[in-house]
């Protein structure tokens, strides 16, 4: 997510990075000569079971990845917690991208839906707004987003769509048609809406990082209370 409501971006676009969880195992060592008969077979652990909750899957960009803090801070992860507090089964994914417009959310659908989806939520067209890209066609990817989860699965998932505000710099006019694709679809695709993610966050230096675009800790707090009033329902 690079940009905000009256707040000018500073600075060049950061790519999130991906730390490689590395594997070791080690050798068996010398062992004892002994008869078939006193041999004993070493005892096996057994596998942790394997997590079936539903899952509640998050596309989006660096405000959903959680950019500039530890990945337990971004709202998604507080969202978890607080299904885990109200007694919900639900597992949370977080699927965020710092820097993904709605054309790259799109192309990466069809694999994130290879895993069963109970709900949906699409957070996505920010990065669109702020290169001044035409509505029109942030509205297509976003509704081909919605369309690739209804098609893979039965019973389809269900959906909430997040919604964004383009940059001043545009012209009213702009901002306007940016602003009336999230309610349009969420109409179009019975979908939930969170009429803008950063409400209560937007503008304000206390709740942002340094660069005045992405939200700190605290701020993220309430971008979860923001998303938890449209998705508690769902679940």
Known sequence: ?????????????????????????????PRAETSPATTASAPTRPAPPADDRPVVLFVGTSLTAGYGLDPEEAYPALIQRKIDAAGLRYRVVNAGVSGETSAGARRRMGWLLRQPVAVLVVETGANDGLRGQDPDATRDNIQAILDEARKGQAPPPKLALVGMEALPNYG???????????????????????????????????????????????????VAENVWRVLRPLL
């Open 1 to 29: 997510m690079w940009y905000l409501l009256r707040v000018t971006l500073r600075g060049p676009a950061v790519a999130a990075s991906l730390a490689l969880a590395l594997l070791g195992c080690r050798g068996a060592g």
């Open 172 to 222: 009213q006019a702009y901002r306007r048609r940016f602003r009336a694709i999230y309610p349009e679809l969420a109409r179009r695709n019975a979908a939930s809406l969170v009429p803008f993610l950063l409400d209560g966050v937007a503008g304000d230096p206390r709740l942002n990082q340094a660069d005045g675009v992405h939200p700190t800790a605290e701020g993220q707090k309430i």
